[in-house]
């Protein structure tokens, strides 16, 4: 049951149609690793047994788009601690329910979407992403279906680039992981190709030497 779509929320986000979880299932399907999750509507979080600690509990609902300034993220949480993190969202916020998922290790946070440019058409957008997005403001722009070697060339031009290669002592991180995401987004066939006219971004996508992981999700149609 991760993901699993229910009817009542299809749809309930009037700004994008889709929430986080359904886009992460697209994602899935497309071959894009996203967390192991559940959607939970009510006060019973057994769903998530099956789930890995650490947890994250996310709170989706209408207008709920930036979620962190909201407070509608918790990260680090066990089992014993769902109930009560969800209690007390609830309070503050209008909550259609709540994505809870696994906790991908710390790494490399980037950004990866898709945007429909009037003149060009669909480009596809890469960079250091997560929180320090709008300051280092570090992206790389190409037109859809990128290659390959479009991929290693959007990811040599960042600014930060040395940090995927294992700057002030990080570790490497797995490159082709990142290059096949960005492949399965742009590249001939690629997401860009199938999701009509809208917009997407993947922020944070987190890459580390063992892989990349897409922890948030948004779609924006036309
Ligand atoms: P928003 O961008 O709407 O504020 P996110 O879903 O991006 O919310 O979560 C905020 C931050 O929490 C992310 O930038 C990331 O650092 C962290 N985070 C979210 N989900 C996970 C996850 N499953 N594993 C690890 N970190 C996560
Ligand atoms: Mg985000």
């Not at 697209?26 to 894009?32: H, M, N, P, W």
């Not at 096949?180 to 890459?207: C, D, H, Q, S, Y």
Request: a negative charge; hydrophobic letters at 45%; aromatic letters at 4%.
């Amino acid at each position: 049951n991760e993901h699993a779509r229910s009817p009542e929320h299809a749809g309930a986000d009037e700004r994008s149609g889709l929430y986080e979880h359904d886009v992460k299932a697209l994602l899935r399907e497309a071959g894009v690793p996203v967390p192991r999750g559940v959607v939970v509507d009510g006060t019973d979080f057994s769903a998530a047994d099956a789930l890995t600690e650490p947890l994250v509990l996310k709170a989706f609902g209408p207008g709920l788009v930036h979620k962190s300034d909201a407070g509608a993220v918790v990260l680090g949480l066990r089992h014993a601690d769902l109930a009560t993190a969800a209690a007390e969202m609830r309070s503050r916020l209008r909550v259609a329910g709540f994505l809870v998922e696994e906790q991908a290790e710390a790494g490399v946070e980037l950004i990866v979407g898709l945007v429909r440019d009037p003149g060009f058409g669909p480009v596809l957008l890469a960079g250091l992403g997560g929180v320090w997005t709008e300051v280092l403001r570090d992206t790389a722009l190409r037109l859809c279906p990128i290659s390959e070697s479009d991929a290693r060339v959007m990811l040599g031009s960042l600014r930060g680039a040395a940090l995927l290669h294992g700057a002030r002592g990080g570790p490497a991180v797995d490159v082709d992981a990142v290059v096949k995401l960005l492949m399965t987004v742009g590249g001939p066939g690629g997401l860009w190709e199938r999701l009509e006219l809208g917009e997407f971004e993947l922020n944070p996508v987190i890459a580390t030497p063992s892989g990349v992981t897409a922890v948030d999700a948004r779609y924006l149609p036309a």
